[in-house]
């Protein structure tokens, strides 16, 4: 498995919850990740990226604030600490993968699901109000 999502379950509106996703791709620091979630009867939505150099951290307007992504090129991790959580944060979230040398960062949106060719397994979250 080169991607692997854990953390995920069940809390209260206002709760906090940490993701983490352990990765196993050759050259850890080359490539950019994200966090993606998918509700249910919803469609796939960016939440957010962790990219390279300068404001290499990105988010979603629904998660900007409450949320903080950031990677261990050491450990090989990237996590999702969630605070503040609300109902309809509930989602199976996964974590992907984004080779820059398959999808040139000058043309390739960090937050378009397109952009990332290797997907984890999905935690669910799921918060209740």
């Known amino acids: ?3 692997q999502a854990f953390g995920g ?3 209260q509106a206002g709760d906090s919850l ?3 996703c352990s990765v196993s791709l050759p050259g850890f620091s080359s490539w950019g990740f994200g966090w993606f979630r998918q ?3 919803k469609e796939r939505e960016f939440v957010a990226a962790a990219t390279w150099g300068y404001n290499s951290t990105h988010y979603s307007d629904s998660v900007k604030g409450r949320f903080t992504v950031s990677r261990d090129n050491a ?3 990237v996590d999702l600490q969630m605070n503040n959580l609300k109902p309809e944060d509930t989602a199976v979230y996964y ?4 080779d820059p040398t398959s999808r040139s960062p000058d043309t390739s949106p960090y ?3 397109g952009t990332y060719g290797r997907w984890g397994q999905g935690t669910e979250v799921t918060v209740s109000s």
């Open 1 to 3: 498995v080169q991607l």
């Open 9 to 11: 379950g069940l809390v």
């Open 111 to 113: 937050d378009s699901a």
């Open 39 to 41: 509700g249910p009867g």
């Open 75 to 77: 450990k090989k991790t």
């Open 95 to 98: 974590c992907a993968a984004w």
């Open 18 to 20: 940490r993701l983490s």
